[in-house]
């Protein structure tokens, strides 16, 4: 998006919010102890129907529903890659 001179204008670097905090934490300790996810993988793998995912109910007590691309396939994946993974 070009600006009313014709320049692209330059990011402008804001904080990271809490969300972006908190995703970042979660990336590292799956990269570092991905074994300690299994549980949660587990009990997320139980909240699919085919392509649909249930997730948790919302502040008006709706179940709220995402349809994704892959279905449950990269849960299963991973969860399979974990029990295979050696501990160092």
Known sequence: ?????????????????????ELLKQHNA??????SFKTDLEQLNTDFNGNLWRMHKDCD???????TQEGKK???EMLERIKTQKVT
């Open 1 to 21: 998006m070009k600006d009313s001179d014709g320049k692209i204008p330059e990011a402008k670097w804001t904080d990271p919010t809490d969300f972006d905090k």
């Open 30 to 35: 799956m990269r570092q102890t991905p074994g």
């Open 74 to 76: 990269p849960v299963d």
């Open 61 to 67: 007590g709706n179940t709220v529903k995402l349809f």
